[in-house]
């Protein structure tokens, strides 16, 4: 009995002691993925599957982080999936009004991919990707 | 007797690790709370240090301690391919720009600045030590005004060595495991550092709109 009291006595006052929340988000391996990410831009694969993972168990509790439907449409919009990627960018929009200017451009330049800025050059690692085999630009078709 | 030994120990331990050191001069929160702002963005970290991979470590453990203080973070690597995208990709270059014309491009409330000043790990056999500073600056993206700024600086000394901070203590621990590894791992130091940052009473930054605390924290913000 006593014991049981001296537990209870230590855990309010543990919990008292000071007022750091508890996790509001599903965080998964945001963190570790994308550091990976910006050390080696070849493992893109993985932080795709690691932010596909976050989703699917931040939406089964309603915890999905600011920020993780856009860099998931993100990396949709890098490996040449423009559909689907206005689709994370729009849930984005929706979740978090703050995002809604970023996001509008993000779903502008999916359905017009690199307008007018500059010419065509090869542009060096614009994009994070290991740019895939097959790559559709438009620009390319323009007559002279 | 043991077990209960044990377990106010615990409890006693959970105090120390959970709480954050109380400043010494608490920040000035005027201009924050007038602007009230909802949406941060975090631009790329400036590094004055030879540590190539440390503003890596910060970006990607940032968005966390941000988001879970209440605020819309925005994503921090489609910022970063974005603002590369448009020239801004050289860290030296955003923090130069006008926040006013970031927070026009992105329909942003604040911009975070980060500079880590110091990553010093000095490695030796018995003692490896780190040494790290940073500074955290959030600006007005409709101003440009500086609303909110803190600066963390930080040894920690690995190895069993008892530095009197708990919080200092935990890193020690975590770094000191990283660092017995080949390929040093400083996340849990970044993650501490960060989170450190914008918790810490009285410095770091108050409840967002999206924390159950805002707007109810003024004795501690």
């Known amino acids: 009995m006593n014991y049981t009291i001296a537990l209870l006595l230590a855990a309010s006052i543990a919990s008292v002691g000071c007022n750091r929340p508890t996790q509001t988000y599903e ?21 795709g599957i690691a932010l596909q993972k976050q989703i699917k168990n931040g939406e089964e509790s309603n915890k999905v982080p600011p920020g993780i439907y856009a860099e998931y449409g993100y ?47 090869p542009a060096p690692a614009a994009i994070v990707a290991p740019a895939p085999a097959v790559v559709i630009a438009p620009a390319q078709v323009k007559e002279s | 007797m043991i ?10 331990l959970g105090v120390l690790i959970g709480c954050n050191p109380p400043a010494t001069n608490p920040s000035d929160y005027t201009k924050l709370r007038a602007e009230s702002p909802r949406s ?54 955003v923090h130069q720009a006008n926040p006013k014309r970031l927070g026009e491009l992105f ?16 490695y030796a056999v018995l003692s490896t030590s780190v ?45 000191n495991a990283a660092m017995t590894k080949a390929a040093p791992n400083y996340i849990p130091l970044a993650q501490q550092a960060n989170g450190h940052a914008v918790l810490r009473v009285h410095k770091g930054l108050p409840a967002g709109p999206y924390n159950s605390e805002f707007g109810k924290d003024q004795d501690s913000f």
């Open chain 1, 27 to 47: 965080w998964g391996k945001y963190e570790s993925s994308l550091y990976t990410l910006m050390k080696d831009p070849t493992s893109l694969d993985k932080y």
């Open chain 1, 75 to 121: 990396f949709l919009t890098v490996t040449n999936q423009p559909g689907e990627a206005i689709k994370y960018y729009e849930k984005e929009k929706q979740r978090w009004p703050e995002s809604a200017r970023l996001m509008d451009k993000m779903i502008m330049n999916c359905k017009s991919p690199k307008p007018t800025q500059a010419p065509p050059t």
């Open chain 2, 131 to 175: 040494q790290v500073e940073f500074t955290y600056s959030l600006k007005s993206g409709k101003t440009g005004e500086e609303l909110w700024k803190s600066k963390e600086a930080m040894t920690y000394v690995p190895q069993n060595s008892n530095s009197g901070n708990p919080i200092a203590n935990l890193i020690s621990a975590a770094v």
């Open chain 2, 107 to 122: 329909g942003v409330d604040t911009i975070l600045y980060i500079t880590i000043e110091k990553w010093d790990a000095k």
């Open chain 2, 40 to 93: 941060i963005l975090v631009v790329p970290v400036i590094n004055r240090t030879v540590d190539v991979t440390a503003p890596d470590y910060f970006l990607a453990t940032i968005s966390r301690p941000v988001a879970e203080r209440g605020y819309y973070v925005f994503p921090v690597n489609l910022v970063k391919r974005v603002l590369e995208d448009d020239g801004l990709g050289d860290a030296n270059l």
């Open chain 2, 3 to 12: 077990s209960l030994r044990i377990a106010l120990l615990t409890s006693v």
